[in-house]
């Protein structure tokens, strides 16, 4: 297969760091060559995050060239347009349907985006779109918001959802897997594609 | 059976030791090679691993280590090899007993540091070997070898990272029933004409540390992790580490020499390559190191004006470098939809301890010199408390240079526990010997924070999990003779307000210990939850000046010019310092 680009973006606490890894995880199971790759440090604090996952036949770099993401998953709406640049041509793009205020706007020092649901709109037409936050809370942990970005992922990825499954089995602690699953099978369903 | 796993390569270089048959490993934290030593922890049967105080001191373990006979392992941000460099230099003359394996993590482009700076140069200045792995496969094979070699040479071995490879996961093929390796220690036999250098016994051990050097340059020519790799000879690209990667996507059919023991130089087989090739092109990250020594060989290299030797490497940079030398790719325009974003800069956490010191200290107007950690943030707007960051430790010694130099005024240090045991305590001590007059505060939130919270000797436990004596603060700068020493609740502002001043003021120097957990490591995050009443709310804005990311613009006054401020449940965990700003009482805890 042609090496595909996943590059993951949001806001620092957010899991994107664990579905990143359960991304790779399953690449690899799935005997796939794969690199993950994340800059973590001072993003801890509420800062924004990334983290790009390529896997296929052999891969080389890590880093993923601007422009060449083959699908962008952002975790909040904002960041979405903040890493426009990171998305190929003909890429796919899920955008978690949340708003995190920024401090520097929450504080007054920079001013808010007005026009973000129209500059969405114009730069991804083709989005999907999913309210990973109340479908988290369905399954009873917003915590879990992460896996059901997972789930609806899983929908642009060529894995079946075993081999996912299997992968966040050796990832997530045992008494957090069940709800950590239902929140995935959630995700899954809620996109069409 | 061989068994794989996807590993970064601070995870590959743990499994590596662990299979090496390393026993002893020390380490300070610090980003990107702080995972290394928390993942040699899983393997704390076979390896006696510690946080160390400093990276001077771990490698002065690992050194102790090394001289009894053991493979020892020490791992460093590359500021931290800076520290560590001194018993480095000389334990080069008198040569490893066991194997002694250094990992100095770089961060080319500074993701999480003060500056970017080439190890290999140091690396080479203190005749260590060098090895550059270009992904977790080549981290976990690399710290096998080097054990060996540092037997072999009696060298210290290093193994360099970068941000890129440190966290970077590959798969990683461990070997076949992976475990713990069995080495036998190495006798210590007593001998002070190796382990003593005083100068008649350092000068002979110099001209040994000269010969290594030649041995490890025939060793390089002949390992297997240096290899050239055929291809098109028009042009010939020497590369190393992680950017063999980019080469390999960007410069995909050209001949390449791919190193991976960098020190010394592979001088035969650099020549080799180049009479085998039109053209010999050096892509390297950072410095130009090997080019400089490819160049000093008499081989010319291209010339290029794609600026390469400075920031992280990435295959767009090789890609405009391609369109330089060879004009046959094109970059391709990126679309860019951040034009006016708001910024999303790391902030103090919601109820951090730190955040009333500093907005205290910006009440007071004094000019702090500051140091490495968390607290680094409160330089920033609102708080715009901090003056000065160099290095760890440099907070109080750049305090009392002021004062020295004559400058007036309300002068304060502050530093975090963490900082204070790993270099901080020197330079107090250096303020009382001398006369100083200025303030040191010491955030002691029990935890080294910035890292990812790792024990340190106030936290009362180690990189285990073992209990430890927990050291006071306080007592220690006691000890030392300070005679004004006070600790404050880091959540009392009116308290702190008033020690702050007292001890600014003082004519004497003193120290003053905030103390208050970090809210993360104590799992204090959702400790609480406080509400602003809006009809009480003046909009006087007096809470904003703390900077928290709970506390948003709410609905605007009834003149219309300012904002009320509201606070975000979510976010807010309880600390009560906005309350305490509040001169209206608009503030209380629902929670």
Not at chain 2, 242 to 253: A, I, N
Not at chain 2, 289 to 313: S, Y
Request: glycine residues 8%; hydrophobic residues 40%; aromatic residues 6%.
């Amino acid at each position: 297969m042609k090496t595909m680009n996943v590059s993951l973006v949001g806001v620092g606490g957010q899991g994107i760091l664990l579905t990143s890894d359960i991304l790779a995880k399953t690449a690899a199971l799935a005997g796939l060559d794969v690199k993950k790759s994340e800059i973590h440090g001072m993003a801890q604090r509420g800062g924004s995050v990334i983290s790009q996952v390529r896997f296929g036949e052999k891969v080389y770099s890590p880093i993923i060239r601007d422009g060449a993401s083959d699908l962008l998953v952002s975790f909040e709406r904002l960041e979405a347009l903040r890493w426009r640049h990171l998305l190929a041509p003909n890429g796919r793009v899920l955008i978690n349907d949340i708003n995190m205020t920024p401090i520097t706007v929450s504080s007054g020092q920079q001013p808010a985006v007005t026009d973000l649901d129209a500059r969405l709109k114009n730069e991804y037409p083709g989005a999907l779109y999913i309210d990973a936050m109340s479908l988290a809370k369905s399954v009873g942990n917003t915590r879990a918001m992460n896996m059901v970005v997972a789930g609806a992922l899983s929908k642009l990825t060529p894995f079946s959802v075993e081999v996912w499954e299997q992968a966040m089995r050796e990832r997530i602690p045992v008494k957090l897997i069940d709800m950590n699953i239902k929140a995935f099978e959630t995700g899954r369903a809620a996109v069409n594609y | 059976m061989s068994q794989k796993v996807l590993l970064s390569a601070n995870e590959a270089v743990a499994w590596a030791a662990c299979k090496a048959g390393c026993t002893v490993a020390s380490a300070y934290p610090g980003t990107p090679s702080t995972e290394i030593l928390e993942n040699v922890a899983k393997f704390k049967d076979a390896i006696n691993c510690e946080w160390a105080v400093n990276e001077k001191v771990a490698m002065e373990v690992a050194i102790g280590a090394s001289i009894a006979g053991a493979r020892a392992l020490t791992a460093m941000k590359h500021v931290g090899l800076n520290v560590a460099m001194d018993p480095l230099m000389t334990y080069t003359y008198v040569g490893a007993n066991g194997g002694l394996v250094v990992i100095s993590a770089d961060d080319p482009g500074m993701h999480s540091s003060q500056n970017e700076q080439d190890s290999r140069n140091l690396v080479k200045f203190a005749r260590a070997a060098l090895f550059e792995p270009a992904d977790s496969q080549e981290a976990f094979d690399m710290v096998i070898a080097a054990f060996e070699i540092s037997e072999k040479y009696q060298v210290p071995a290093f193994i360099r990272l970068t941000t890129r490879t440190s966290h970077t996961s590959t798969v990683v093929d461990v070997g076949d029933d992976f475990g713990p390796g069995k080495v036998e220690r190495k006798p210590y036999v007593k001998e002070i004409k190796r382990y003593i250098p005083v100068p008649m016994f350092a000068r002979p051990q110099r001209l040994k540390a000269q010969d290594r050097t030649a041995a490890l340059r025939a060793f390089a020519n002949e390992t297997p992790f240096n290899r050239i790799e055929a291809g098109d000879r028009r042009l010939g690209i020497i590369t190393a580490s992680v950017t063999y990667q980019y080469v390999k996507e960007v410069f995909p059919e050209f001949a390449v020499l791919k190193l991976g023991f960098t020190n010394s130089l592979p001088a035969e087989l650099v020549k080799k390559f180049a009479a085998s090739v039109d053209r010999v092109l050096v892509i390297e990250e950072l410095d130009p190191f090997m080019e400089d020594q490819v160049r000093a060989l008499g081989i010319p290299v291209v010339e290029h004006a794609t600026e390469l030797n400075m920031l992280e490497m990435n295959p767009a940079r090789l890609m405009a470098l391609r369109k330089e030398l060879l004009g046959d790719v094109d970059v391709p325009e990126v679309r860019r939809a951040d034009a006016g974003l708001p910024t999303r800069p790391p902030v103090l956490c919601a109820g951090c301890s730190h955040r009333g010191v500093f907005y205290t200290l910006a009440k007071l107007g004094a000019t702090v010199t500051g140091d490495i950690g968390c607290y680094t943030l409160g330089a920033f707007p609102p708080l715009n408390a901090m003056d000065t960051t160099i290095c760890m430790g440099a907070s109080i010694g750049n305090a009392f240079g002021m004062e020295k130099a004559g400058m007036k005024g309300r002068l304060c240090a502050v530093l975090g526990d963490s900082t204070f045991f790993h270099s901080g305590m020197t330079g107090l001590l250096n303020v009382l010997y001398n006369g100083g007059k200025i303030t040191t505060v010491v955030l002691d939130n029990r935890i080294t924070g910035m890292t990812g919270h790792q024990q340190n000797p106030g936290s009362g436990k180690t990189l285990c999990g073992e209990p430890a004596p927990v050291t006071d603060i306080g007592e220690v700068a006691k000890a030392m003779g300070f005679k004004r020493v006070v600790r404050v609740d880091a959540y009392d502002l009116a308290t702190l307000e008033r020690v702050l001043k007292e001890e600014l003021d003082a004519d004497e120097p003193s120290v003053v210990i905030a103390g208050g957990p970090c809210r993360i490591a104590a799992k204090l995050m959702n400790a609480g939850t406080y509400e602003v009443d809006a009809a009480k709310c003046k909009a006087c804005g007096a809470c904003f000046k703390l900077g928290c990311p709970a506390i948003e613009r709410g609905e605007m006054s009834a003149d219309g010019k300012r904002f009320k401020s509201h606070i975000d449940p979510v976010q807010c965990s309880g600390c009560d310092l906005c309350r305490q700003t509040c001169k209206f009482d608009a503030i209380k805890k629902i929670r």
